[in-house]
C-alpha cells in the first residue's frame, strides 16, 4: 500500500509496531507526577470520547487568548481542539514533572503513539490507545498532516531536559524552529494552506511569539535553570546570569531587554503580510495573537523593561480591546470591498 503521507512517513524512523523497550518503573514514576487523564490506556476511547476528552482539555486552559477564538469556522474547532491537546500535553510532559530523565522517557512514549498513529493511518495492524492520538487520528488523515510537524515539537520539549542555555540568538531560533514554527504550520494546514510562503511568514510570527514569551519569562525561566537570553548578548551588555538569580536590575540589563524587545517586534513586523494571504477568519486570529504578543512586548517596555522585580502581564480588559480594534479592522476592511 502506498504511503499517505510520503512525507512524514512513521516508518522514517524505527518501525512504530515494534515497541522500543522503555523502563516500566520511570514510566509509571513519570506518569503519577501528572493529571491521571494524561495517562495512557490499555484500551482505546471511542471516536466521541476520545473529542470529548480533547474538547475538555483544550476549553479548560487559558493562556494570552483562547485556543478558539470567536471567529474560526465552527467545523474547525474540533479539530483544533485535537491539535492543541496533543500540543498542550507534549508541553506539559516536557516542562511539568521536574526530572528531565522521567520527561525524557514520557515524551520517548508519547512519541511511540504518535507513529503508531501514523502507521495505522498507512494501514499497520497497531493503532494508538490514547484519546488524543484517536481524536487527532481523523485531523491528520482530513487535512493531510506530515509528521513531522508533530515530531519536530517534541524534539524541542527533548531538547529542554538536556540544553539550558544558547550561546547565540540563531541557537536560539533553532530551538524556536521546533518549539513554535510547527505550531503554527499546523494551524495553517487546518485552514488549507501548507505552501512555503506563508509557512515562513507563520515562522516569523511564531519565533516572535516565543522570544516575546521567554522576554516575559526571564524570572520565572530562571526558577527552572534555563536562560533563553542568548549568552552572547549577556557579555555584550555586561551582563551576568548572577544579576538574573539576584533579581538585580541596572542600567545595562534594561539595555539589553530593550535590545531583546526591539529585536522580537521586528520579527513581528516580518510575520505580518501573512494576514493579507489567508481566509478572513484566520486573519483575525493571526492578528490577535501578533498583537497579543506585541503587548507583552509593550508591557516590557512600560515597566522599564524591569522584568525582574515582576512579571508583565495583559490585563483582560487590554485583551478585549485587543480583540475589538482587529474585529473593527475586519470590518474596515469589508466596507472597504
Partial sequence: ???????????????????????????????????????????????????????????????????????????????FFNIYSYCRISDDLGDEVDDPRLSLVLLDRWGQELSLMYSHLDGGSNAPTHPVFVALATTVAKFGIPKHEFSDLLIAFRQ?????????????????????????????????????????????TCTALQLANFWQDIAVDWEKNRVYLPLEDLRNFKVFEADIRDRRFSSKFRELMQFEVERARDWFVRGLPLIKLV??????????????GQEILNAIEKQNFDVLSSRPTISKLRKTGLLLRALAGKLRAGIAQ
Wanted: glycine share 6%; with cysteine; aromatic share 12%.
Fill in 1 to 79: 500500500m502506498a504511503s499517505l503521507f510520503p512525507n512524514g512517513s512513521a516508518n522514517s524512523q524505527t518501525s512504530p509496531d515494534v515497541r522500543v523497550p522503555i523502563d516500566a518503573v520511570a514510566l509509571a514514576a513519570g506518569w503519577a507526577k501528572l493529571p491521571a487523564s494524561y495517562a495512557i490506556p490499555a484500551v482505546a476511547p471511542s471516536l466521541t470520547e476520545a473529542e470529548a476528552y480533547c474538547q475538555r482539555l483544550a476549553t479548560g486552559h487559558y493562556e494570552n487568548f483562547g485556543v478558539v477564538s470567536w471567529f474560526l469556522p465552527k467545523e474547525l474547532h474540533q479539530h
Fill in 160 to 204: 529542554d531536559q538536556t540544553v539550558s542555555r544558547y550561546e547565540t540568538f540563531e541557537d536560539l531560533l533553532g530551538y524556536c524552529k521546533y518549539s513554535a514554527n510547527p505550531v503554527g504550520h499546523l494551524v495553517l494546514y487546518l485552514c488549507g494552506y501548507s505552501d512555503v510562503e506563508r509557512q515562513l511568514l507563520s515562522d516569523y
Fill in 279 to 292: 481566509k478572513p477568519s484566520l486573519a483575525l486570529d493571526i492578528e490577535l495573537f501578533s498583537r497579543g
